[in-house]
């Protein structure tokens, strides 16, 4: 016979369960709406996303609250206490799916007004393994299965496959003319947050063998050294920034560029670094939401003094370093060859001292 105090335990996790079930299942529900909109030109489906995303973001808080009752109340030890730390940490990773379907229904009506195909075949696919994987993880986390999570994290592979071919079939298509610019920038954020899904899922299935084993993963990518370039509209400075920082040939470093307001790559910036021997021609302009695992950044390099309101709030564990630098795109003639000249030297001078220090390398 179980006591007072064994079933008041049982109740409130229960209740937690209850609370994450039914804000899984909106976040389910959100994705749905957004492929539906996608799929039909539908502007009420992509509203009804956008306006209920507060719905999820109420249950945060409610969930937020049950745990911290829940860590008072019971004082719980061994399996419990992990049960509610990963409790709390899997509901800020469904928050952030919301946040995720409500992303997707603004780009989405902003392909409504085109007249364009749209790849709904491989959007259906990402779709088709992301939702599911996220179902799939929160029944293994309420029913405490850790062989379902193992299962469940072994999908997400496919899922970056996929996301894969769709942004190179994108990226095709705006070359050969066949979408313009307006469109390549939401669709490649609409694949992009698809995929962010199975991440988000991924994350939860490490909490959910936390819960039951008392194990924790060894996040992947830990051992790599991440750079991110950063100015308005990365068409020129942190395109270079890239291109010089992938040609040094270093192993264990990652380099990406993004911008505020992405634009795409300005001519003369690609006839410059043809000249160095570096084609950025094939650089597809992106914004900083579409960087892939943005917080596996280390360093964030700012490269214009307005790229820092892309970061309103300063992520934890990142160097944030300043090297704004004039734009020689914004110049013409021998001006604009004796700036791209300086930024080019600029940026190759910071990136081996840089990548220097994070390698522990002393200065050649």
Known sequence: MTS????????DIDRIRGKITEMSALAEEALANCLRALEGKDRQSAYVVILRDQYIDELEKQIDRLCLEFLVRQQPAAQNLRFAYAAIKINLELERVGDYAE???RQSLK???LDIPLPLDKLRAIAGLSIPMLHDAIQAF???DAELARKTIATEDAVDGLKRQLNGELVRLFQTQQIPFEALNPLLMISRRFERVSDQARNICMEVLYMCTGEYAKHAGTDL???LFVD???SCRSQMAEAIANSLGLDRFIFASAGLEPRPVDAGTIAFMREKGLDVSRMVPKAVSQVPHLDHFQVIVTLDPEAR????TKPRKVVFLDWSIADPSALAGEAARAAYEQTYQFLTEHLRDLTGALAGKAKP
Do not use: D, G
Not at 4 to 11: N, P, T
């Open 232 to 234: 308005q509209h990365n």
């Open 225 to 227: 050294f991440r750079i």
């Open 103 to 105: 992303s997707i229904a």
């Open 111 to 113: 392909l409504m007004p």
């Open 142 to 144: 309420v029913n405490q």
């Open 4 to 11: 007072h105090l064994e079933e008041k335990l049982r109740q």
């Open 309 to 312: 309101r892309a970061f309103p």
